[in-house]
């Protein structure tokens, strides 16, 4: 049985983050705020990673550019178009240069939206498609109406969406190892150099 194509608009709300211009630009707080999520924030691995709060005083216009858990966010401009799972509870809106797609969980999860994202595949037909000579950005129609989603059962999407994240922990803790071997060889190493002095 051939698996069923849906296009996001048809499984998905996607959304522009928030644009900010002129003095709104640069209107930031040192009390309490919402963090404005920039490209920053998402790491290539596909996971958010809030390095410097950028806190903007909230007025209700914002609530609409809002994360939440089981959003996806897409980075819509540069060399990389990585997507993140929002996997808990985070203070922030989503800035620009950020498409903020929400999953309709009858037809489409989360975490299978945010697998297929990721995909070389995928990846490759957003930057393939993205528009403009300097800097790269994808249309938010693109996105909407031109991209093809395989759509399993809901079931199957819950099975390689758990062997993507197993996927990407051994990818991590491979990486890890590297790390710790590479330390561990240049310490041996000094150590057999001093021996000689």
Known sequence: ME???SFLKEIAEVRIGLTLRGPDASRQTDEEGLHLLKI???EESGKIHIKSPHLMAVTSAMERFRVTPGD???ANR???MTAALVDHEIDAIAGGQIYIVRANRKKV???YLWWFLNRPSTQ???QYRAKGSYVKTIPVQLLREELAIPLPSLETQQQIAEFAQLSLREAQILKQLSKLKST???ALFAEMLSREE
């Open 3 to 5: 698996t069923k194509q």
């Open 40 to 42: 920053g924030d998402i």
């Open 72 to 74: 996806i966010v897409v």
């Open 78 to 80: 540069g060399t990389r």
């Open 109 to 111: 999860l989360p975490e």
């Open 124 to 126: 490759k037909f957003l």
């Open 184 to 186: 561990y060889r240049d």
